[in-house]
């Protein structure tokens, strides 16, 4: 008896879990589709093109900067060797600073990962933002915006969406790790991201809708 009882209430846990993360999901693809929607203020087409990986990070807590405790929960998908994006891995977003373009209680957060490089730093146990990897952040707008020297040599390029407002950001000095309960309410086991990202690993059903949106605005064919 005791044993059904701890494994109901385990099997309630997952489930609660993994709704949360399809939640996440759901807004992590909303986010990007109206980041992508403006054209003048979105990601410049040639930076997102040249991507390697993307991290989205919805509604990311200004607050906990203060406290130095965890902030942020968001997912990761890299380019496939045929066509089309990866499953979704997941990821922790911990310290750093959003620097003086931030406003607001919550914030969300896009990264591109421009080069295998960045990818194997991505893919680490864990790694911060210009410690480990060089970033920039991001120019927003037209093509001809983004040609920029650090731009052009940074391995990750960070952007950040407050108020409405659509801006780069500086995330130095911020960590991101696996986010393991993440990845185990998605795929019902523990996988690391690596697997996921590059190897044949099936989506999830709800993250249909987010990798759509990716293959829409930038499928390498």
Do not use: H
């Not at 373009?101 to 680490?124: K, W």
């Amino acid at each position: 008896m005791l044993l059904r009882l701890l494994c109901s209430i385990s099997m309630a846990g997952f489930l609660v879990a993994g709704e949360e993360e399809d939640k996440r999901l759901d807004t992590a693809a909303v986010m990007f589709e109206e980041v992508m929607g403006i054209a003048d203020k979105a990601i410049p087409q040639d930076l997102l093109d040249k991507a390697e990986c993307a991290v989205l990070v919805p509604g990311l807590k200004k607050g906990a900067f203060i406290f130095g405790a965890k902030y942020g929960r968001g997912f990761v998908l890299c380019r496939k060797k045929d066509a089309g994006w990866s499953a979704p891995g997941a990821v922790r977003v911990e310290g750093g600073s959003f620097g003086l373009q931030i406003g607001g209680s919550e914030t969300d957060v896009i990264m591109l990962v421009m080069n295998q490089r960045g990818v194997s730093r991505l893919l680490s146990s864990k790694f911060t933002v210009g410690a480990d990897a060089s970033a920039a952040a991001g120019p927003v707008g037209r093509t001809a915006a983004a040609e920029t020297d650090a731009t052009m040599r940074a391995e990750i390029l960070t952007w950040s969406r407050s108020r409405g407002v659509f801006a780069g950001i500086s995330l130095q000095g911020a960590t991101l790790r696996p986010d393991k309960d993440a990845i185990k309410g998605l795929y019902g086991k523990s996988l690391l991201n690596k697997d996921i990202v590059t190897g044949n690993v099936a989506a999830p059903k709800p993250a249909a809708k987010l990798l759509a949106l990716l293959n829409k605005y930038s499928s390498r064919k």
